[in-house]
């Protein structure tokens, strides 16, 4: 019972701007939006979360729509290391005895030269 | 970001025998550590839940007496995967949280068993 949907996967050039989405139009008013990476064979790495507000720090910036039902994750500007796997997910705060990270397929973004 | 190890970073075993994976979280006091399992170009599934001084809980389909979980402190985790098999060969990977903290993920163990 996927959450979230994201495309299987996309490309993007080195330099610029990659907008990576993500639906859920399910989420729940106490529910966050995570964004977590994958490199190839390694854990997964945090980029950034947020609830309603739009997000910026040093990796990344979120953008959520007033409805809360979609995301778009943005790579400011892209390059070959930012080649991963992109999951989006919804899951309740820190501090909830349901606390429970769930993966779903996520974006295989490629990035060329 | 918070710093979680997780050692070995691979291990090859024997069919039969038994490996251990251990989970530590460096800078932090992790209440809550998580497993998952994940096969060759599929998404991480989640094995188990752990809580420091409790017993684990499964998620649905996966062995508890197979794949053994200690979290007898606040930084450490192992998971034990008792006589394993070939189909036992994938990619584990620990993720440790404290109460107010997001998730942080160990590198992952790759196993293989011969």
């Known amino acids: 019972d996927a959450k979230t949907t994201q495309p299987p996967s996309m490309d993007c050039a080195e330099g610029r701007a990659a907008n990576l989405p993500c639906n859920h139009s399910?989420?729940?008013?106490?529910?966050?939006v995570y964004w977590y990476r994958q490199i190839h064979s390694q854990g997964p790495q945090y980029i950034i979360h947020g609830l309603k507000n739009n997000e910026t720090n040093e990796m990344a910036s979120l953008i959520i729509t007033e409805d809360r039902k979609s995301s778009t994750l943005i790579l400011p500007h892209a390059t070959l290391r930012d080649t991963a796997v992109y999951y989006c997910i919804v899951r309740v705060a820190p501090g909830s005895n349901d606390y429970k990270l769930s993966f779903g397929a996520g974006t295989t973004v490629t990035v060329r030269a | 970001g918070a710093v979680v190890s997780q050692h070995p970073s691979w291990v090859i075993c024997k069919s039969g025998t038994s490996v251990k994976i251990e989970c530590r979280s460096l800078d932090f006091q992790a209440t809550t550590m998580f497993w998952y399992r994940q096969f060759p170009k599929q998404s991480l599934m989640l094995m188990a839940t752990?809580?420091?001084?409790?017993?684990?809980?499964?998620e649905q389909g996966v062995e508890k007496d197979k794949f053994l979980i200690n979290h007898a402190s606040l930084t450490l985790s192992t998971l034990t995967v008792t006589s394993a098999h070939p189909e036992d060969s994938s990619f584990y990977i620990c993720s440790a949280m404290d109460r107010n903290t997001e998730a942080f993920f160990g590198q992952g163990t790759r196993l293989t068993v011969v």
């Open positions: 399910t989420i729940s008013g106490n529910e966050y």
């Open positions: 752990s809580n420091e001084g409790s017993k684990a809980t499964y």
